[in-house]
């Protein structure tokens, strides 16, 4: 007897679990593209964090993305609970759980990327931008916009 309940559970839910799963997967790709789209607008308040290692950081990453380790990410020195903060890495489950934390911290806009080896978009090498730096700017645009 219970076992016909558990199959008929099982039948009603399955359809709807891989429906969200595509689902998911189908709002990932348009961030990828939306972010894209932001990357050529000017004045977006948003970022792009690579939380990657420092080395695969310099090797290569998304155009303007500071760096930003996964280890620190609970000292994220952003107030704006509003901007679109974007988060990659090198595995689904590190960004996965940046996001979530962020996400459950108070950050509305916060977008997973997935694996850098999925982005299509703007690259680049080198040093870029780290933590620290990207804290510098927020504080001189706080600065100007009290001016």
Same mark, same amino acid.
Not at 116 to 135: H, N, V
């Given at each position: 007897? %219970?076992?016909?309940?558990? *199959?008929?559970i ?5 359809? *709807?679990?891989?429906? %969200? ?5 189908? +709002? ?5 593209r939306d972010?894209?789209? *932001?990357?050529?607008?000017?004045? %977006? ?7 990657? /290692?420092?080395? =695969?950081? +310099? /090797? ?9 380790p996964?280890? #620190?990410i =609970?000292? *994220?020195? +952003? ?7 974007? +988060?990659?890495g &090198?595995?689904?489950?590190? /960004?996965d759980?940046? @996001?979530? @934390?962020?996400?459950d &911290?108070?950050? %509305?806009?916060? @977008?997973?990327?997935?694996p ?7 690259? !680049? /090498?080198?040093?870029?931008? =780290?933590? #620290?730096?990207?804290? $510098?700017q927020? !504080? $001189?645009? $706080? !600065? #100007?916009? $009290?001016?």
């Open positions: 007897m %219970f076992v016909y309940i558990y *199959l008929t099982a039948i009603i839910f399955l359809p *709807l679990v891989l429906w %969200f799963c595509f689902k998911k997967r189908r +709002i990932q790709k348009g961030w990828r972010l894209t789209h *932001l990357m050529e607008q000017m004045g %977006f308040d948003y970022v792009v964090f690579d939380i990657r /290692s420092m080395e =695969e950081y +310099i /090797s290569e990453h998304i155009l303007g993305a500071v760096h930003f996964m280890e #620190q =609970e000292y *994220l020195p +952003i107030e704006d609970l509003f901007i679109h903060i974007f +988060i990659y &090198n595995r689904r489950e590190y /960004s759980k940046a @996001y979530c @934390y962020l996400h &911290n108070g950050y %509305f806009n916060v @977008y997973d990327l997935g850098y080896k999925l982005w299509k978009g703007l690259k !680049e /090498s080198g040093r870029g931008m =780290e933590i #620290q730096d990207f804290t $510098k927020l !504080e $001189k645009k $706080k !600065e #100007q916009e $009290k001016l």
